[in-house]
């Protein structure tokens, strides 16, 4: 047993992540880190790491990439066309200079003169001095400048100057550019460890950070490792010491790992997030999106997302990988545990990113899965793999319903591991549930030497209820018959002799990747998603730390979508949970789940090329909004007399279009936010439309995304 209790990897029961004695924050004794370890392309080095942590990253509305951000006003401002702006300040300017004209040649009068004289005092008229001269010129700039002013304001030449002048051309303010902050305000010199008393060890991770030993992993990782010590977890000796003895290095997570192999996505690890694209600058978009960075984290990912497209629309590259991305540096940091499942060949990363990788159905895979989750309770390996072998069969008159199957597999694994110490392989499993005389007949003897009178019972049950018609226990023998395949000979073992990988090691941060072969086994595939899916729901939810973030990614969720998994994604985000999954089209769901399942889930993402009748189910999940429609009437004026149409062309000259007389009616009304029609053929190509939910419960409307932005 490890100092985490549980059994090594080759064991029954393995997390086959080798840790070392201690907490995963707090371990006693570091392994040997180089001192600068492979940096991924893509995360920050030297003054870059600094330059990083020190920029803002104001509060902002949910999903909104906070690197950086400037946050907007709720509602946009009313803006002057451009050429009816320009042309404004070129005619105010020429009123300006008429003014200043007439005023200076005396056409309007000397009136503007009179306290000019009346501050001059009589002697300095004749002659002149250099006095007087100077406080002329001075009143005429002063009268000039107040006309100019005035003329400003009527031409908006401030609006011009913000919009086309340097402050248009001004990029976002880079942090760090001037000189570092004080001790206490700036994140590089750890300024909780500072008020704790633990000066020490905040001066050397600061000069590990100025020396350019320090990765925003890093940072992130013992940022963990202190909030164990302030939540009692672990003692401020014991993190002192650590960070003392291997300064950034400290604290490292079980694989010893401090980044990935590579990066492609842009990662904030100071909130988080991670960047998929930006809001387009579309008049469907909220004002204070339009242009903004959107992003992902677990606050938004505890919520569970649903992606829907078509094959090619971006779900894997665009969506899925940044995810595992971030989750896998989520898991480096000790802040989360991630469980990717794919078809075999799909671009999920490198393997090097990963702790464990089971290849099914590839003879040269290190890991095997376990197929009852690691459990010991025949109960609860039967309510697992039920759901995993029948709960997409929905018509219960063919054996779809789960409580009639988990009770045939309870009586048929309760005996067996009472006789054997351990639950029945693949093919044992089979030959019990076709009712195989030799074996039931084993168990049978078995259970009566062993005194094991109510176990005996529940096999006769059995027994007695193969005969029946429409006993399931055929049903479930023709799906376990799936996974009794060549292919899979080596995989599933129960006798010991494997290393199979248990979903009850998702209270430590492992990083998993499950390869399906969907090549020639798809139908086993499916149902391997499912016993996956079925595992994490239940494991996560007895979890001691839920401060650890545990996600599951699907990146095909097609056969994978049952009644109990709806209901159990609904317990998700209690449990400190959430799942990522991918479909097609929702057509891939029975038709009575799909409902519930977008209603289940908090984060919902319909990419381009989706069909109408996917459409509509979105569109009525995200509902309508009130409105403001504005009916426009325009008549044009006619000029009849030389005067009235020269004004009329000044006027087309200046705004570009016939002067009319405009009627507007406005009314409230009742409108879908995204209509099936415009989800469908209005969505650009590289775009999706995709609405987020917090934890906290804070929402973002269905925004238009530039998935490349």
């Known amino acids: 047993m490890d100092g985490d209790g549980t059994r090594d990897a080759r064991g029954t029961h393995a997390n086959p992540v080798p840790r070392p004695a201690g907490p995963p924050e707090m371990p006693a004794e570091a392994p040997t880190v180089p001192p600068r370890p492979t940096r991924a392309p893509g995360s920050p080095d030297g003054s870059a790491f600094l330059t990083w942590l020190r920029t803002p990253r104001p509060q902002a509305l949910p999903g909104v990439w906070r690197f950086g951000h400037r946050p907007r006003p709720e509602e946009e401002p009313e803006r002057v066309p451009g050429r009816q702006l320009l042309s404004g300040a070129v005619i105010a300017f020429l009123v300006g200079w008429l003014v200043w004209s007439l005023l200076w040649n005396g056409y309007l009068g000397g009136w503007w003169l009179l306290p000019l004289y009346a501050m001059i005092p009589d002697s300095w008229a004749e002659p002149h001095s250099f006095a007087s001269v100077v406080v002329v010129y001075a009143y005429y700039v002063l009268v000039a400048g107040i006309i100019m002013v005035a003329v400003g304001r009527l031409g908006r030449w401030g609006e011009i100057w913000r919009r086309y002048g340097p402050p248009a051309w001004r990029g976002a303010a880079t942090a760090g550019a001037g000189p570092a902050p004080a001790p206490e305000e700036d994140p590089a010199a750890w300024p909780a460890l500072r008020a704790a008393g633990a000066h020490d060890a905040a001066e050397r991770l600061a000069a590990e950070a100025r020396s350019g030993l320090m990765r925003d992993v890093d940072h992130a990782r013992i940022a963990r490792a202190w909030q164990g010590v302030?939540?009692?977890?672990?003692?401020?000796?014991?993190?002192?010491?650590?960070?003392?003895?291997?300064?950034?290095?400290?604290?490292?997570?079980?694989?010893?790992?401090?980044?990935?192999?590579?990066?492609?996505?842009?990662?904030?690890?100071?909130?988080?997030?991670?960047?998929?694209?930006?809001?387009?600058?579309?008049?469907?978009?909220?004002?204070?999106?339009?242009?903004?960075?959107?992003?992902?984290?677990?606050?938004?990912?505890?919520?569970?997302?649903?992606?829907?497209?078509?094959?090619?629309?971006?779900?894997?590259?665009?969506?899925?990988?940044?995810?595992?991305?971030?989750?896998?540096?989520?898991?480096?940091?000790?802040?989360?545990?991630?469980?990717?499942?794919?078809?075999?060949?799909?671009?999920?990363?490198?393997?090097?990113?990963?702790?464990?990788?089971?290849?099914?159905?590839?003879?040269?895979?290190?890991?095997?899965?376990?197929?009852?989750?690691?459990?010991?309770?025949?109960?609860?390996?039967?309510?697992?793999?039920?759901?995993?072998?029948?709960?997409?069969?929905?018509?219960?008159?063919?054996?779809?319903?789960?409580?009639?199957?988990?009770?045939?597999?309870?009586?048929?694994?309760?005996?067996?591991?009472?006789?054997?110490?351990?639950?029945?392989?693949?093919?044992?499993?089979?030959?019990?549930?076709?009712?195989?005389?030799?074996?039931?007949?084993?168990?049978?003897?078995?259970?009566?030497?062993?005194?094991?009178?109510?176990?005996?019972?529940?096999?006769?049950?059995?027994?007695?209820?193969?005969?029946?018609?429409?006993?399931?226990?055929?049903?479930?023998?023709?799906?376990?018959?799936?996974?009794?395949?060549?292919?899979?000979?080596?995989?599933?073992?129960?006798?010991?002799?494997?290393?199979?990988?248990?979903?009850?090691?998702?209270?430590?941060?492992?990083?998993?990747?499950?390869?399906?072969?969907?090549?020639?086994?798809?139908?086993?595939?499916?149902?391997?998603?499912?016993?996956?899916?079925?595992?994490?729901?239940?494991?996560?939810?007895?979890r001691e730390d839920r401060s650890l973030f545990a996600c599951l990614v699907l990146d095909d969720a097609s056969g994978v979508v049952t009644p109990e998994a709806v209901r159990a994604v609904q317990r998700l985000r209690s449990a400190g949970a959430g799942v990522v999954l991918t479909l097609r089209t929702l057509d891939d769901v029975p038709r009575p789940l799909r409902g519930p399942l977008l209603g289940a889930i908090g984060c919902r993402m319909a990419l381009s090329g989706l069909t109408p009748w996917d459409g509509q189910d979105f569109a009525e999940v995200w509902g309508k909004e009130w409105t403001e429609a504005r009916d426009v009437t325009d008549r044009q004026i006619i000029a009849e007399t030389p005067a009235g149409k020269a004004v009329h062309m000044l006027r087309r000259v200046i705004t570009g279009k016939a002067p009319t007389a405009r009627a507007v009616t406005v009314r409230q009304v009742e409108r879908e936010r995204w209509s099936a029609s415009e989800l469908a053929h209005a969505v650009p190509a590289g775009h999706a439309v995709l609405s987020l939910t917090s934890v906290k419960g804070e929402h973002a409307p269905p925004l238009l995304v530039d998935l490349h932005g």
Do not use: W
């Not at 063919?398 to 309870?410: M, N």
């Open 230 to 542: 302030q939540r009692g977890r672990h003692s401020l000796a014991t993190f002192t010491g650590a960070v003392l003895s291997h300064g950034a290095a400290a604290c490292p997570h079980p694989s010893g790992a401090r980044d990935l192999p590579v990066r492609r996505a842009r990662h904030d690890l100071v909130t988080g997030q991670v960047r998929i694209g930006a809001a387009a600058d579309d008049a469907r978009n909220p004002y204070a999106y339009r242009g903004a960075g959107l992003a992902l984290g677990p606050d938004l990912l505890g919520t569970s997302l649903l992606a829907v497209g078509p094959a090619g629309s971006g779900k894997t590259g665009s969506l899925v990988r940044p995810l595992t991305e971030s989750l896998c540096l989520h898991a480096l940091a000790g802040r989360a545990t991630v469980v990717v499942v794919g078809a075999a060949g799909a671009d999920l990363g490198p393997a090097d990113a990963y702790d464990v990788v089971v290849r099914i159905g590839h003879p040269d895979s290190v890991y095997d899965l376990d197929l009852y989750g690691g459990t010991t309770d025949p109960d609860e390996a039967a309510v697992v793999l039920a759901e995993a072998l029948v709960g997409d069969l929905t018509d219960q008159h063919q054996g779809g319903d789960t409580r009639r199957s988990t009770t045939v597999l309870a009586q048929l694994l309760g005996p067996f591991r009472a006789v054997h110490g351990r639950f029945p392989g693949v093919p044992e499993l089979r030959q019990l549930l076709e009712g195989a005389p030799g074996p039931l007949a084993e168990l049978r003897e078995g259970l009566r030497a062993a005194g094991q009178d109510s176990l005996l019972r529940e096999l006769d049950a059995r027994e007695r209820q193969m005969d029946r018609p429409g006993d399931v226990g055929g049903v479930l023998a023709d799906r376990v018959a799936l996974l009794d395949r060549p292919a899979f000979a080596p995989f599933f073992d129960t006798s010991g002799q494997s290393r199979p990988f248990s979903l009850k090691a998702l209270d430590h941060p492992v990083r998993v990747r499950v390869d399906l072969p969907q090549r020639g086994h798809a139908d086993a595939s499916r149902m391997l998603a499912r016993l996956v899916l079925a595992q994490f729901t239940a494991s996560v939810s007895v």
